[in-house]
DNA sequence: ACTAATTCCGACTAAATAGGTCAAGTATTA
DNA sequence: TAATACTTGACCTATTTAGTCGGAATTAGT
């Protein structure tokens, strides 16, 4: 899972289609180039691999375009933003061992990042399209649990 | 925020420090460029950067080396990525407008992306050097709140 | 049938970035 | 005083990013 523009470009392109549609028919790419400001090039790049994920359906010819494969509550940012980057999981401590296996042991910091990667996902596959329409994220987790204690008190123990 | 390998070596060479040291005695670069396979001269750039952030001490000379400006568990991931990775934050949609704004509007996924950067710092930077030593990492909070629904309860009612 | 709008597909590319290296020092101490 | 260690900044290079380009196939309206 990267976090890159073309990522962001996936997210704010299939909402506009959740916004833009008119009783559930298909959208065009040349209206969402003009709307988000985004090439039609680089659009029809992208719509390529989110259809091949299933995530939009096309309709070919004139009048043609892309609506969603499903309620704009079901499809997640998470799904967005794998369909469109090859890579799931990319350049992770420890799959080639060199940095991070040391005499066979696996590196301190290995399953930090493991641990990072699950909660950026964790956070992304929480947030439907629709969600983004009605500006409605999760907040930050008051209570990280580390050993026992939140995180405030961590703090306040320092 | 970045989330990069260069941020990813300065945790490990951080941490190597706060278990190799004996008795709060300074560690050679030479030494943990041997222990984490890294580069002596890439280990010279990133600590540069660590020691200007005030997160390790110098002591120059033979029998030199760095050692942790602080408790391992007052450290923060966070803070040592911040230090070693220039842009606190980078990219973020709306920095130009270009493909964010329009007409004057932000574009909706704009707090999208600013909750997800929330969010990962917040995580980082509840982690201590001392919890990666201890292989300690804060779990998915289960109760990703949006809109009054648990993340689960939304799951469910789909 | 013809035309215009649109998706589909793969190759190609310019610019930026990541991930380093190298040279030439300066400071400290065994 | 030699060895070890840190300091700085310029430089380098492969990869990735963020696209472009050209053309083919498909469909709706005229």
Chains 1, 2 share one sequence.
């Not at 096309?58 to 079901?74: C, I, W």
């Not at 990072?116 to 399209?129: N, Q, V, W, Y």
Request: net charge negative.
């Amino acid at each position: 899972m990267k976090l890159t523009a073309k990522a962001r470009y996936a997210v704010m392109a299939i909402t506009d289609i959740a916004v833009s549609s008119k009783n559930g028919g298909a959208v065009s790419l040349s209206d969402i180039s003009v709307r988000q400001a985004i090439s039609l090039a680089f659009l029809e790049q992208l719509f390529g691999k989110l259809r091949k994920a299933g995530l939009v359906d096309s309709e070919r010819g004139a009048l043609g375009g892309y609506k969603l494969a499903g309620a704009p509550a079901k499809i997640h940012i998470g799904a967005v933003m794998r369909a469109v980057e090859e890579e799931i999981q990319t350049k992770r401590c420890g799959d080639t061992g060199i940095g991070c296996t040391i005499k066979g042991a696996k590196c301190l910091s290995h399953d930090l990042w493991q641990a990072m990667e699950d909660h950026i996902e964790g956070f992304l596959d929480a947030i439907s399209i629709q969600d983004v329409i009605d500006q409605r994220f999760p907040q930050i987790c008051p209570e990280l649990v580390t050993n026992g204690l939140t995180a405030n008190e961590m703090a306040a123990a320092e």
